[in-house]
């Protein structure tokens, strides 16, 4: 993939243009403030800076900085640290709401120049020692995390839409911090590791950190001498970045991770587009299209989306970047407008993306929601379907892929059904975020590992992580009256003695919706234990021999078995969930009474 040579980019700068020129706009938030689409929204922020005017601005004390290095535990800092931004984010878009309030516009040089103190903007936990190191060879101030790069970006968009209101001692101040803190340690300091990661963070850190460089270099006596060899570090990352996406453009860290990375390689992209005056286009690459088609296909049913890796099991979408991609790229569906993102639901309080929410929101009305269908994402092995029937909103998927993804979880030929908005064969996503969470200690975590998953245990074994474990796409088919794929998973196993393991799932949509799923596996010889475990996160009742329903808040799942030959066993097992909440979960354990070297094994799964 080829991006821009320093060449070009010199000349794209020469062009000239303004940066964010919605948010610049006086007549963009005269809409917000009286348009009727922007009320709820409006009203959340404004409930927000109300609450925090209330509320005392206080410092991060060494206390709380410590606890990870100390504990391991993440929560409590975060929480402080991330009501800092959610302080700077919210009284940033009041004081372009209502510039004329005067507490707007002092809170918010209050908190602006409360994290100015903050001893580092990165968090402890992607810091060595936790940010404690006595001697570190990159000090902690200058260290480039996710979350410091983010902050460059929040503050240099912040000095310039509000350049001339807020206090010059302020903005000078900010501006100076970010150049400190952020620029020029990534200009000097040797390349930390995601400047070549084809994860997120290239994407997060290596655009905050080129958005807030296009802000403060542009103001120097000669920009292009600056910004161009910037920006073509810049991009470098931005193009490892991509390099981690096949040609179905399906993110496999899931969806929150595409909003997150591709979220901010799309605020990047937009300021480098109208700084170059156009000529720098980096959504015209390819695969970014299909990227940015990725968000439709992972919607399952209302709000209910595919959850593998470390997501959720359900989300909220960015209306500001949902409708400045449907611009982009025609043809784009958007979700429902019911399942726009709160401006609380963020809990790092991401100034970009709640900026865009008002600034790049369709001034006119947006036909929103998701069509039905059928979606394969090969290179990823996702397989997707939406679909309505007897007056339930279905949807179904299911995965092959590897055991060494980003964010991964062992699950290969994992399977989950929501109905009408509720996942109720489920997928945990992501667990509590620990120090031990992203170790060697990973798959220890019951959401990580495979037996928090809905697939098959062999021979008293689970999957196993690593490149080697993975499954194969084998088929798939999509009828008016099923939609078929079968996938090999018994590659995700390192049992000798299994030869094969097929998994076929099959949605059938003829009387009601049926989700059936069939298993053939091969063995050398007489396997010792086999086992179908299914995910619930309500406890499953007996409803008659061979059947155990799941009831939900507004659907019922039956579960249907042959119990003339498997036994059916349900336990209950507790879980910390990515808020730091437990949270209950149930397996359903379907095990063969006679085992065969030969042996089949199906269940139907059957909405009520």
Excluded at 4 to 23: H, K, M, N, T
Excluded at 280 to 309: C, M, R, T, W, Y
Excluded at 435 to 453: I, K, M, Q
Excluded at 544 to 571: N, S
Aim: aromatic share 12%.
């Amino acid at each position: 993939m080829r991006m821009y040579s320093l060449i070009e980019i010199a000349d794209g700068i020469r062009q000239g243009g303004v940066l964010f020129p919605q948010g610049h706009d006086a007549q963009q938030w005269a809409r917000v403030r009286s348009e009727p689409q922007y009320d709820v929204m409006r009203a959340e922020v404004v409930a927000a800076g109300e609450e925090l005017l209330a509320t005392p601005l206080r410092a991060i004390p060494f206390s709380l900085f410590r606890l990870y290095h100390d504990t391991g535990a993440r929560t409590t800092y975060e929480m402080a640290y991330f009501e800092h931004r959610r302080r700077l984010t919210a009284f940033t878009a009041l004081c372009l709401l209502y510039p004329e309030d005067a507490r707007y516009r002092a809170a918010l040089e209050d908190v602006i120049w409360a994290v100015c103190d903050e001893f580092t903007w990165a968090l402890p936990a992607h810091m060595p020692e936790g940010g404690l190191a006595l001697e570190p060879a990159y000090p902690q101030r200058e260290w480039v995390d996710l979350f410091a790069a983010e902050t460059g970006f929040a503050l240099a968009e912040a000095c310039s839409l509000l350049d001339g209101v807020l206090a010059p001692h302020v903005l000078q101040r900010a501006r100076s911090e970010v150049r400190s803190r952020v620029l020029e340690p990534f200009l000097r300091h040797p390349a930390q590791w995601w400047q070549t990661s084809t994860n997120n963070w290239a994407a997060v850190c290596a655009g905050a950190v080129g958005a807030a460089g296009l802000y403060l270099y542009r103001d120097e006596a000669d920009p292009v001498t600056r910004l161009t060899p910037f920006l073509g570090r810049v991009l470098g990352c931005l193009e490892s970045f991509l390099t981690g996406f096949d040609d179905d453009g399906a993110c496999t860290e899931g969806l929150l991770y595409w909003d997150y990375g591709f979220g901010f390689f799309t605020y990047f992209a937009a300021l480098l587009h109208e700084a170059t005056g156009g000529t720098l286009d980096l959504f015209a690459l390819p695969k970014v299209e299909a990227i940015a088609h990725f968000q439709e296909k992972a919607f399952l049913s209302g709000n209910a989306i595919v959850s593998f890796s470390d997501s959720t099991r359900n989300a909220r979408y960015n209306p500001g970047l949902a409708h400045y991609l449907a611009r982009r790229f025609p043809g784009m569906a958007v979700p429902d407008a019911a399942f726009r993102a709160r401006f609380d639901d963020d809990h790092c309080y991401r100034f970009p993306a709640a900026l865009r929410r008002f600034a790049w929101l369709e001034p006119r009305p947006v036909a929103d929601g998701l069509t039905d269908g059928a979606f394969l994402l090969p290179d990823a092995q996702w397989w997707v379907v939406r679909t309505h029937a007897d007056g339930h909103e279905i949807g179904v998927a299911a995965k092959g892929g590897r055991n060494d993804e980003s964010h991964n979880h062992n699950d290969i030929g994992n399977v989950i059904l929501a109905v009408d908005g509720e996942q109720l064969l489920a997928d945990l996503g992501s667990g509590e975020y620990t120090a031990t969470y992203f170790g060697p200690e990973r798959y220890r975590y019951l959401c990580n590992d495979s037996r928090g998953h809905s697939v098959p245990r062999v021979d008293g074994m689970g999957q196993r992580d690593g490149g080697a474990f993975h499954g194969t796409l084998l088929s798939h088919a999509s009828t008016p009256a099923e939609d078929t794929v079968s996938l090999e998973i018994g590659t995700a196993y390192e049992v000798p003695n299994l030869r094969s393991l097929v998994r076929t799932v099959v949605l059938d949509k003829t009387a009601g919706v049926t989700l059936r799923i069939h298993d053939r596996y091969r063995f050398a010889a007489m396997p010792t234990a086999v086992s179908e475990r299914f995910i619930a996160l309500q406890a499953p009742a007996v409803v008659a021999p061979g059947v155990l329903r799941i009831t939900g808040e507004h659907a019922a799942l039956d579960v249907r078995y042959d119990a003339a030959t498997l036994t059916a066993t349900v336990t209950q097992e507790g879980y910390s969930n990515h808020s730091a909440r437990q949270e209950s979960v149930w397996f359903i354990d379907l095990a063969p009474i006679t085992l065969t070297p030969e042996l089949e094994i199906a269940v139907e799964f059957h909405v009520v």
